[in-house]
């Protein structure tokens, strides 16, 4: 939520935005639209009026805003949403998904195993749009889901994948590996998940049929991971982690300034040899005119 310092900034991004995209709105009018768009965060809404700026045309709307908004928040549109949904026909399969598809998709369960496919999606995306509205009129962002397969291999793949990309917490990936994996720390301190062994003579897991999938909801984390870990690891292990991820930060930034000073280089390099080839052209052409 913005606070009031931040919805002036707001409604001042909104009406420069209006003007940088060849159109004008009033002050009255940005501060309406600021309300709406109230519940998200500054660095996000700086991404998606920047987004909008650069791809959309035409006049500046609450909707354009919105829909670049759902990609920073992870919010996929109806199709995305279809096909990611389709993975939960397996029931071996972990995939991650949100609540808002999960529940499109409970709208639409006994379709989707028929043979009418093309009906199935499209109820499935009116199902999801509606879903979306309803969400979006009442501020509320999508929360980040794990729907857990039988396939404990697979589980792993995929719970370790999305936490390494920041697209579940610590504490969600926990929850989801519970049973199949354990947090473990490189010499680094770096976290990562690894597989527990194989217990002999334990029964074997029951049928799809008689396990059903289980569902572990939790919030899209993004910048969360270090709060999740400090909150629920022991003080040790949380303290450990989070100076793991601020070396991590602090290497990436080092790299960015890096890469920032070699391209400068690059330019200097590359214009200092324009400026060599120039004058030696220039040096020639001197030379012919006076042979």
């Known amino acids: 939520m913005l606070a009031d310092h931040e919805i002036d900034w707001l409604v001042g991004a909104l009406v420069g935005t209006a003007e940088a995209m060849g159109g004008e709105i009033t002050e009255n ?3 309406i639209m600021a309300a709406d768009l109230s519940a998200y965060s500054k ?5 998606a009026l920047h987004r909008v700026r650069m791809e959309t045309t035409g006049r500046l709307t609450t909707k354009a805003i919105l829909d670049q908004l759902d990609v920073a928040y992870g919010r996929p549109g109806a199709d995305e949403a279809w096909a990611l949904a389709l993975q939960a026909r397996d029931e071996r399969a972990t995939i991650i998904w949100n609540n808002e598809i ?5 709208a639409v369960g006994s379709m989707v195993h028929g043979k009418d496919q093309v009906g199935a999606r499209m109820a499935f995306k009116e199902a999801y749009q509606r879903v979306v509205l309803n969400a979006r009129s009442q501020q509320r962002l999508p929360q980040t889901v ?3 397969g039988y ?3 697979q589980r792993l793949s995929v719970v370790t994948e999305a936490f390494a990309q920041g697209r579940i917490g610590m504490a969600l990936a926990q929850d989801a590996l519970d049973g199949c994996a354990e947090l473990k720390f490189s010499p680094n301190n770096t976290p990562h998940f690894v597989a527990l062994p194989v217990a002999r003579g334990l029964p074997q897991l029951p049928s799809p049929d008689a396990q059903p999938v289980l569902m572990l909801a939790g919030p899209a984390v993004g910048q969360q991971v ?4 400090t909150a629920l690891l ?6 450990a982690f989070k100076e793991a991820v601020e070396r991590g930060r602090a290497n990436a930034a080092r790299k960015a300034r890096r890469a920032q000073a070699q391209q400068r280089l690059d330019r200097m390099v590359l214009s200092r040899r324009k400026r060599e080839a120039a004058q030696a052209v220039a040096t020639y052409g ?3 005119h006076a042979a």
């Open 29 to 31: 009018t940005a501060a």
């Open 43 to 47: 660095p996000q809404l700086q991404q």
């Open 102 to 106: 999960q529940e499109a998709w409970a």
């Open 146 to 148: 794990v729907a857990i």
């Open 151 to 153: 396939d404990k291999a």
């Open 226 to 229: 270090v709060q999740a870990a």
């Open 234 to 239: 022991p003080s040790n292990v949380a303290q």
């Open 286 to 288: 001197t030379k012919e």
